[in-house]
């Protein structure tokens, strides 16, 4: 069964670069053809799609957050982690790590999210 556990700092202060890690189990984040994404739910509002790191170290980032986020991985530790600079109050959500899965190899964002960590509350706050 996999499993995926954010975890990192909740809160940060604006103008800082958030930092999140994701820590994946019972499965590898190199297989063929998952994909591991970040996506958060600020607060009242619906779940955003961030960005996916995919199983060759490839990467894809929401147009509105492109410019202010990084995804990564360590292979060895398989773990993959979320940058976003220049965080502002706007940026204050629970974010999720969660597994994609592309079918037939075909690249797609957030169709099939078939698990997800439990979520952590990132607070952007002076």
């Known amino acids: 069964q996999v499993q995926l556990q954010e975890s990192g700092p909740g809160l940060v202060k604006p103008s800082q670069t958030l930092s999140l890690t994701c820590t994946v189990s019972?499965?590898?984040?190199?297989?063929?053809?998952?994909?591991w994404s970040w996506i958060r739910q600020p607060p009242g509002k619906g779940l955003e799609w961030m960005g996916v790191?995919?199983?060759?170290?490839?990467?894809y980032y929401s147009p509105s957050l492109k410019s202010r986020t990084s995804i990564s991985r360590d292979a060895s530790k398989n773990q993959f982690s979320l940058q976003l600079s220049s965080v502002t109050p706007e940026d204050t959500a629970v974010y999720y790590c969660?597994?994609?899965?592309?079918?037939?190899?075909?690249?797609?964002?957030?169709?099939?999210?078939?698990?997800w960590g439990q979520g952590t509350q990132v607070t952007v706050s002076s």
């Open positions: 790191i995919a199983y060759d170290g490839s990467t």
């Open positions: 019972g499965g590898s984040i190199t297989t063929s053809y998952y994909a």
């Open positions: 969660a597994r994609d899965y592309w079918v037939g190899g075909i690249r797609t964002h957030g169709i099939n999210n078939d698990y």
